[in-house]
T-cell receptor, first 112, second 118 residues
Framework: EDQVTQSPEALRLQEGESSSLNCSYT??????LFWYRQDPGKGPEFLFT?????EEKEKERLKATLTKKESFLHITAPKPEDSATYLC?????????????WGLGTSLAVNP | GAVVSQHPSWVICKSGTSVKIECRSL??????MFWYRQFPKQSLMLMAT?????????EQGVEKDKFLINHASLTLSTLTVTSAHPEDSSFYIC??????????????FGPGTRLTVL
């Protein structure tokens, strides 16, 4: 059964303190892995799509990487405005390939 | 680009009434839209997949007669919560995929609708 596990559940950083969020997945065949950011009371905001192992994408202070078993979201020198919940989701080749399988998210707090 | 809107952003209604929520893709066409429900401090729960011109596909445990979905055009899907009760109070979020790359591309989300049933 497809499964997505995110860790840690919550993370508190000081401004400028770099760290990484983890998304481990189990699927029959990965079609795509997606990272989103969600602020309280708002819909998720799309960040990245990764399709194959070894792929990397960057946007400002964020960098997403992908292996055959997991993805990392690296946050370099975070600022308080990076505080949010980061969600990871995967899409499988098999079964209902229109659905995303979601992780529970990592709640990130960046203190000034 | 890739903007999805929802209306209303919040609604309060009395128990037993029906509420309609609209989801629009503003700058792209969407063959497929999705409706999610999210409880406080929990992840997204897919309720149904809305397909333009055909019936929606509901997830297990979601009552299709209670949550009516209509995807009448390539830019609009609606969710109607019929005979709403307090347990239906939640945050409802829609998403859409650009039909140019469907079905293997990212979903873009609306801002969500907060429903409170008294």
């Amino acid at each position: 059964e497809d499964q997505v596990t995110q860790s840690p559940e919550a993370l508190r950083l000081q401004e400028g303190e770099s760290s990484s969020l983890n998304c481990s997945y189990t699927v029959s065949g990965l079609r795509g892995l997606f990272w989103y950011r969600q602020d309280p009371g708002k819909g998720p905001e799309f960040l990245f799509t990764l399709y194959s192992a070894g792929e990397e994408k960057e946007k400002e202070r964020l960098k997403a990487t992908l292996t055959k078993k997991e993805s990392f979201l690296h946050i370099t020198a975070p600022k308080p405005e990076d505080s949010a919940t980061y969600l990871c989701a995967v899409q499988d080749w098999a079964g209902n390939n229109r659905k995303l399988i979601w992780g529970l998210g990592t709640s990130l707090a960046v203190n000034p | 680009g890739a903007v999805v809107s929802q209306h209303p952003s919040w609604v309060i209604c009395k128990s037993g009434t029906s509420v309609k929520i609209e989801c629009r893709s503003l700058d792209f066409q969407a063959t497929t839209m999705f409706w999610y429900r999210q409880f406080p401090k929990q992840s997204l729960m897919l309720m149904a997949t809305s397909n333009e011109g055909s019936k929606a596909t509901y997830e297990q445990g979601v009552e299709k007669d209670k949550f009516l979905i209509n995807h009448a055009s390539l830019t609009l899907s609606t969710l109607t919560v019929t005979s709403a009760h307090p347990e239906d109070s939640s945050f409802y979020i829609c998403s859409a995929r650009d039909r140019k790359w469907d079905p293997y591309n990212e979903q873009f989300f609306g801002p969500g609708t907060r429903l409170t049933v008294l």
